[in-house]
């Protein structure tokens, strides 16, 4: 350990996801990792994220999936920490595929937890979501059983010690509402013609948390946790009709599917209907600090 209270070796389950790139980068710009284990299924994704970085000497690819524990325990061969990231996130696909998101959510929840305890690793987080808090889809089920499985396994006799974060919707990551917009937005612009943007609710409200809010939301977990902790930071919210106005995007209504809530909760009394409300001005400010 640093005096920072830096790991030696660290390792990103989900490694080449929206929130493990950012992640990554923010180990590497910080220089708080001597070694970092990129885990992940797609070899593609993999070779991107290597030549986007410029391929630096101190991080480690992984090619494998959280399914298959004998690769997990051979991937943490002297990891000190593990951020278990990995996870089958859309709610669409978990409402066709409950089995499918059982055995990467659940089940590969399972294997990271005997891994880690078979491989002495320090200290283990669980990124979860809000839609674990009361949920009603298999996606958001799947990540609450992930929680508990997380939570109790610092009831074993291990030195392991486990926690979990649990946050919303990251702001523009992949497949959430504003790359979405922005797409059909560049769509608009090649065809010469103006259309409008599914939306579900406009009355519909989320939590607004930036990938630099998560990443030090985590890191700083890892670095104080003793284990069985559940984090959870306050966050503003912002109203779906308020985003796309933010955005100069039309709407088109297409009805809350019922594996859908109007408002997300990650707690008793920290929902998105309840929390501070971003103004459209707000929304358009914090609109221009994203990429894309």
């Not at 690793?121 to 992930?146: E, F, N």
Request: proline share 4%; net charge neutral.
């Amino acid at each position: 350990m640093s005096e920072h209270g830096a790991a030696g070796s660290i390792l990103v389950t989900g490694g080449t996801g929206y929130f493990g790139r950012a992640f990554v980068s923010m180990l590497l710009e910080h220089d708080i990792s001597q070694r970092i284990c990129v885990y992940s299924r797609g070899e593609h994704a993999q070779a991107e994220m290597r030549d986007a970085l410029g391929n630096p000497p101190q991080v480690r690819w992984f090619v494998g999936d959280v399914r298959d524990r004998e690769r997990l325990q051979r991937a943490m061969w002297g990891v000190d920490w593990v951020v278990h990231a990995a996870a089958l996130k859309r709610i669409e696909v978990g409402h066709y595929n409950p089995d499918e998101m059982v055995k990467t959510n659940v089940l590969g929840t399972m294997n990271v937890i005997e891994a880690a305890h078979e491989m002495l690793v320090r200290k283990v987080v669980l990124t979860s979501t809000d839609k674990a808090w009361q949920p009603i889809s298999a996606y958001g089920q799947s990540k609450a059983l992930a929680e508990s499985l997380i939570l109790a396994a610092n009831n074993m006799q291990t030195t392991t010690k486990f926690a979990v974060v649990r946050y919303g919707n990251v702001a523009n990551s992949t497949g959430s509402v504003i790359p979405k917009w922005r797409q059909r937005m560049t769509q608009f612009t090649s065809l010469a013609s103006w259309g409008s943007v599914e939306v579900t609710d406009p009355e519909c409200t989320r939590f607004w948390m930036t990938s630099q809010q998560a990443c030090e939301l985590v890191l700083d977990t890892l670095r104080d946790m003793q284990g069985g902790e559940l984090r959870v930071p306050t966050l503003p919210a912002y109203r779906l009709g308020d985003l796309a106005e933010a955005m100069g995007v039309q709407t088109q209504v297409t009805g809350l599917p019922p594996h859908e809530k109007l408002h997300e909760g990650m707690g008793p009394i920290n929902t998105s209907d309840m929390a501070r409300r971003m103004s459209v001005a707000e929304l358009r400010e914090a609109l221009q600090s994203l990429p894309g």
